[in-house]
Each structure stands twice: as C-alpha cells, then as structure tokens.
C-alpha cells in the first residue's frame, strides 16, 4: 500500500517515480539507470552535435507532406520574414507581398524558386524560395529556406527623425502638421 502511495504522491509532483529509469536499493536511495543517465547528461549539457544536417532534417521535418501546398502568409511567417501569420495575411491583402512580380492573395501556394518580395517595416525583402516549409523554425534554419537579394537597410545615422518638436511648445498648427507630413513623406510636396 505504501509503494502505491509513493507512485501517486510522485505522479502529482511531477516525477516519474524510483520505477522510472531508476532502481531502488536496499537502503532506499536511487539509483539511475545507465541509459536514462547518458542521455539526460548529453542532453543537459548539450554535448548533442548540432550542425548543418541537424538544421536540414528540422526543416525536411517542418516540410508539408508530398503533394501539399503551403500559403505565402503562412511560409513568409515560417521562414520569419514577419511577426505573425495575420501580419503575413494582412500584408499580402494589402498589395504589400508579390510572387513572381504580381501581387497575391494570403492563400497564394508557393512553390521552390518562387521570387517573393515583401515590403514589410520601410525595407523591402527580396528572398527566392528554396525549401518550402509549413511550420516556424528558428533563424538559422528559417535562413537556410531562402535565398535573401534584399538590398542592405540604410544605415542608422542616415535615417533623420522627422517631425520631433520641442518640449512644452503646445499643439501644433496646421502649418506645423503639414510641414511634419511633408517631412515624413505622407503629404503632397509643396
């Protein structure tokens, strides 16, 4: 009766017990099974080799199955060139996303050497599909997916900030708004 209470105080606590990759001794301490100690010892200290292959088989593993296609929001978002997938959606329901030089809608399929260009964030991101994938991976996976022909960012420094007004100086006028439009480029030129 006392092993079963063990067994069920062990399993509310969250480890799985002295019969789980583990025998008990005859003074009650635990002893590890030489199995379950080598992996958990590699997989602590991460002595697991990580690698190109491994990169590849977590992107052949995020890969949709034979047959299947993938929607450009959807592997925009993969491959982390947005956020989330509805900034994905939304972009292309907004003319901000082209495959092949036309613009497309959010279930668009895409297919390996596909141009996308993605105006996202003032920069404009040019990538040629690889691989295509389904689900997010991390960034260097979600790198090895694309081909990036993007031209650099501007650098900081260039980048003035427009439109920053002095403290305590008030609303400003319509004047002062149309000249803080011109500044960011959303108003007619003058």
């Known amino acids: ?20 990759g583990a025998s ?12 379950t100690a080598g992996t958990t010892a590699a ?21 949709p199955a034979s047959g299947e296609t993938v929607r450009v929001d959807s592997w925009i978002w993969s ?6 997938r509805s900034m994905g959606a939304t972009a292309c329901r907004g003319g901000h996303v082209r495959v092949n030089g036309e613009r497309v809608k959010p279930a668009y399929a895409v297919r390996v050497g596909d141009e996308v ?13 690889k691989r295509v994938i389904r689900k997010r991976v991390g960034p260097p996976v979600a790198a090895e997916c694309y081909v990036d022909k993007s031209p650099p960012p501007p650098p ?5 900030p427009a439109g920053i007004r002095d403290r305590g100086t008030g609303r400003p006028t319509k004047r002062d708004r149309r000249e803080l439009e ?9």
């Open 1 to 20: 009766m006392a092993s079963g209470t063990q067994r069920n105080e062990a399993g509310r606590r969250g480890d799985p017990g002295p019969s789980a």
């Open 156 to 160: 900081r420094e260039a980048v003035a």
């Open 43 to 63: 997989s602590a200290t991460g002595d697991a080799p990580r690698d190109a292959t491994d990169a590849v088989a977590v992107a052949k593993a995020a890969a």
């Open 117 to 129: 260009r993605l105006r996202h964030a003032d920069r404009e991101r040019i990538v040629i599909v």
């Open 182 to 190: 011109r500044l960011r480029g959303l108003g007619p030129p003058e």
């Open 79 to 84: 491959v982390r060139l947005v956020k989330t």
């Open 24 to 35: 008990t001794t005859a003074d009650g301490t635990g002893v590890a099974d030489a199995t």
